[in-house]
């Protein structure tokens, strides 16, 4: 799923909705919306900082 938050996520949600079919990234995608989102709203600036979370790195559970 998509989820977005602050004053440009509205816009940066549509966006990422129209790339999400595309062979790019998440990161990828995720910087082009935020590109896009900061392109229309005065509130959001295109300076980001990208915390990628590890899929390999989720938390194991132990068996009971």
């Given at each position: 799923?998509?989820?977005?938050?602050?004053?440009g996520?509205?816009?940066?949600?549509?966006?990422?909705?129209?790339?999400?079919?595309?062979?790019?990234?998440?990161?990828?995608?995720?910087?082009?919306?935020?590109?896009?989102?900061?392109?229309?709203?005065?509130?959001?600036?295109d300076?980001?900082?990208?915390?990628?979370?590890d899929s390999?790195s989720?938390?194991?559970?132990?068996?009971?």
């Open positions: 799923g998509i989820m977005a938050i602050g004053s996520g509205n816009y940066a949600l549509a966006a990422a909705r129209a790339l999400i079919d595309s062979d790019k990234s998440a990161e990828d995608i995720a910087k082009r919306a935020m590109k896009i989102a900061s392109d229309i709203c005065v509130y959001t600036n300076s980001l900082v990208i915390e990628a979370l390999d989720a938390p194991k559970q132990s068996g009971s």
